[in-house]
């Protein structure tokens, strides 16, 4: 601390200095002719004689990752965050004055160069400056070139240092940018409608998890910031709306781990007169396309593995705990997933947290959690999930115990969630009343009572499939993140003990 004090003295003085030189100390724009990513674009492929025939003049500016002075001359990186560029200053191409204010910059700094772009004996291209300028003096030290900023909760704490001195980190937001554009391309292709719908709910509905709540002043009443964007979706379908999606914030008052932030991205879309054996089709095209399109191809490093876009699963999820259960527990069939006294067994001997309460049903999702999950580590897709854990999902027309839902999988964890809608009132009224009364047993994830939701079902809604992508977790795969925090610009954290 006595050190970064020092520091931020020493750089308020070349502050002061500056101003003594006559320089704005934080000038309002700088016109420049080039990107510094624009300039190695439009000149990499020139070589030296070349750039000495043209002497072509450019303007860039950026930030000082590297600061070489030696003499009456010295040299600069500067980059723009994506790219950089050597800058070669010499006391007699820039004056005396204009040298005295290249003295003055630190790394980190914000400056513009005028000058010449040409190739230096060992090839690499540089700005010969006629002109340096300031834009913004960096008061504060960056983290030590070597070893760069590598404490993780300071990188999320300060993801802008982190941006600075780990160009990789950008690389990562770039793709996820790209992620995102590619999943609005596609169900904008496919006749899609992006809509935009509440964030504060009065009833928070559409998922099983806890809600955030706020308070509403004027109106005096507590509202739920959003879990998830299906029953709003699902109105619009009422509405008339056939084929409709929405990508934004969710927000669930849940634990942080490396799979979990509170505040998180999801896609969510629904598509009339069709049901979930349609988004299993529509999902593998989906993704397959996203992972080339951001990754160049469909084998993707992750971790240890090498995921393969091009060769999917569909396991439903008994055939997923009967093929995943642990060869050292004694053999079970399909026979053994059905009954809720074989499931407590198969619970316990799986070493599987459960209420006495739970039903078949929600014994049979424990199960496999703990069983099958881990192992779903290539493009997996895990259906017929139990009608008890599947509140707004149509029952199989055989089997009235089973949903018809289904779950993507992917590096072992789940990256999507779909299912043919529930669009009968009466028994969407009774589900609800079914998940009121495990509110009452002290579930605080089950599902509220939506009487209005209700109401626009009693209007008619078509067959409809509905499906949410987690844009964070998908972005995790495709960029080979262990942690979720890695693809969050500003992950949530514990507030600092003391003042900056």
């Given at each position: 601390?006595?050190?970064?004090?020092?520091?931020?003295?020493?750089?308020?003085?070349?502050?002061?200095?500056?101003?003594?030189?006559?320089?704005?100390?934080?000038?309002?724009?700088?016109?420049?002719?080039?990107?510094?990513?624009?300039?190695?674009?439009?000149?990499?492929?020139?070589?030296?004689?070349?750039?000495?025939?043209?002497?072509?003049?450019?303007?860039?500016?950026?930030?000082?990752?590297?600061?070489?002075?030696?003499?009456?001359?010295?040299?600069?990186?500067?980059?723009?965050?994506?790219?950089?560029?050597?800058?070669?200053?010499?006391?007699?191409?820039?004056?005396?004055?204009?040298?005295?204010?290249?003295?003055?910059?630190?790394?980190?700094?914000?400056?513009?160069?005028?000058?010449?772009?040409?190739?230096?004996?060992?090839?690499?291209?540089?700005?010969?400056?006629?002109?340096?300028?300031?834009?913004?003096?960096?008061?504060?030290?960056?983290?030590?070139?070597?070893?760069?900023?590598?404490?993780?909760?300071?990188?999320?704490?300060?993801?802008?240092?982190?941006?600075?001195?780990?160009?990789?980190?950008?690389?990562?937001?770039?793709?996820?940018?790209?992620?995102?554009?590619?999943?609005?391309?596609?169900?904008?292709?496919?006749?899609?409608?992006?809509?935009?719908?509440?964030?504060?709910?009065?009833?928070?509905?559409?998922?099983?998890?806890?809600?955030?709540?706020?308070?509403?002043?004027?109106?005096?009443?507590?509202?739920?910031?959003?879990?998830?964007?299906?029953?709003?979706?699902?109105?619009?379908?009422?509405?008339?709306?056939?084929?409709?999606?929405?990508?934004?914030?969710?927000?669930?008052?849940?634990?942080?781990?490396?799979?979990?932030?509170?505040?998180?991205?999801?896609?969510?879309?629904?598509?009339?007169?069709?049901?979930?054996?349609?988004?299993?089709?529509?999902?593998?095209?989906?993704?397959?396309?996203?992972?080339e399109a951001v990754t160049g191809?469909?084998?993707?490093?992750?971790?240890?593995?090498?995921?393969?876009?091009?060769?999917?699963?569909?396991?439903?999820?008994?055939?997923?705990?009967?093929?995943?259960?642990?060869?050292?527990?004694?053999?079970?069939?399909?026979?053994?997933?059905?009954?809720?006294?074989?499931?407590?067994e198969l619970a316990g001997l799986?070493?599987?947290?459960?209420?006495?309460?739970?039903?078949?049903?929600?014994?049979?999702?424990?199960?496999?959690?703990?069983?099958?999950?881990?192992?779903?580590?290539?493009?997996?897709?895990?259906?017929?999930?139990?009608?008890?854990?599947?509140?707004?999902?149509?029952?199989?027309?055989?089997?009235?115990?089973?949903?018809?839902?289904?779950?993507?999988?992917?590096?072992?964890?789940?990256?999507?969630?779909?299912?043919?809608?529930?669009?009968?009132?009466?028994?969407?009224?009774?589900?609800?009343?079914?998940?009121?009364?495990?509110?009452?047993?002290?579930?605080?994830?089950?599902?509220?009572?939506?009487?209005?939701?209700?109401?626009?079902?009693?209007?008619?809604?078509?067959?409809?499939?509905?499906?949410?992508?987690?844009?964070?977790?998908?972005?995790?795969?495709?960029?080979?993140?262990?942690?979720?925090?890695?693809?969050?610009?500003f992950p949530l954290l514990r507030?600092?003990?003391?003042?900056?």
């Amino acid at each position: 601390m006595e050190n970064q004090t020092n520091i931020l003295e020493q750089r308020q003085g070349k502050l002061a200095e500056l101003a003594r030189l006559g320089c704005e100390l934080y000038p309002h724009k700088f016109d420049h002719t080039h990107t510094v990513s624009g300039a190695r674009a439009a000149f990499e492929a020139c070589d030296a004689a070349a750039l000495d025939e043209k002497k072509e003049s450019v303007r860039v500016c950026g930030r000082i990752l590297s600061l070489r002075p030696h003499g009456k001359a010295g040299f600069m990186d500067v980059s723009d965050g994506e790219s950089r560029i050597q800058v070669y200053v010499r006391r007699d191409f820039v004056g005396q004055e204009n040298f005295a204010l290249f003295k003055l910059f630190d790394l980190g700094d914000i400056i513009g160069v005028e000058g010449t772009v040409f190739r230096t004996h060992t090839g690499e291209l540089t700005v010969s400056a006629t002109q340096v300028f300031h834009l913004a003096k960096n008061l504060l030290p960056l983290p030590e070139k070597w070893h760069g900023l590598t404490d993780v909760e300071t990188r999320f704490r300060q993801r802008y240092v982190d941006l600075i001195i780990n160009p990789e980190v950008r690389s990562v937001f770039a793709k996820r940018s790209r992620i995102i554009r590619e999943i609005r391309n596609y169900l904008d292709g496919h006749g899609y409608t992006e809509v935009e719908t509440p964030v504060l709910q009065a009833v928070a509905g559409g998922a099983l998890a806890r809600p955030f709540i706020t308070h509403h002043n004027a109106l005096d009443i507590d509202l739920y910031m959003r879990i998830a964007l299906e029953l709003y979706l699902k109105r619009l379908i009422v509405g008339g709306i056939p084929r409709v999606y929405e990508l934004g914030r969710i927000f669930r008052n849940e634990g942080i781990s490396t799979r979990h932030n509170p505040e998180f991205t999801m896609v969510e879309f629904y598509q009339a007169y069709s049901d979930y054996r349609d988004l299993m089709d529509l999902t593998e095209e989906l993704i397959t396309r996203v992972a080339e399109a951001v990754t160049g191809g469909r084998q993707v490093a992750y971790g240890e593995h090498v995921l393969d876009f091009g060769s999917w699963r569909r396991l439903t999820m008994k055939e997923a705990v009967l093929e995943f259960w642990p060869a050292s527990l004694p053999a079970i069939t399909a026979e053994d997933l059905v009954s809720v006294e074989r499931l407590r067994e198969l619970a316990g001997l799986a070493h599987t947290k459960f209420d006495p309460a739970d039903g078949a049903g929600k014994l049979l999702s424990l199960v496999f959690e703990t069983v099958a999950e881990e192992h779903l580590v290539q493009p997996t897709i895990i259906y017929d999930h139990p009608a008890e854990t599947s509140p707004l999902s149509k029952k199989k027309a055989d089997d009235p115990a089973t949903a018809e839902r289904f779950e993507l999988y992917i590096a072992g964890m789940e990256i999507a969630n779909a299912y043919s809608e529930l669009n009968d009132p009466a028994e969407q009224k009774a589900r609800f009343e079914e998940q009121l009364a495990a509110r009452g047993r002290g579930d605080e994830e089950a599902h509220e009572m939506d009487h209005d939701y209700i109401r626009a079902l009693s209007y008619g809604m078509p067959p409809t499939a509905g499906e949410g992508i987690g844009i964070d977790r998908l972005t995790m795969v495709l960029t080979n993140s262990q942690s979720v925090r890695e693809v969050i610009l500003f992950p949530l954290l514990r507030p600092e003990t003391a003042e900056p």
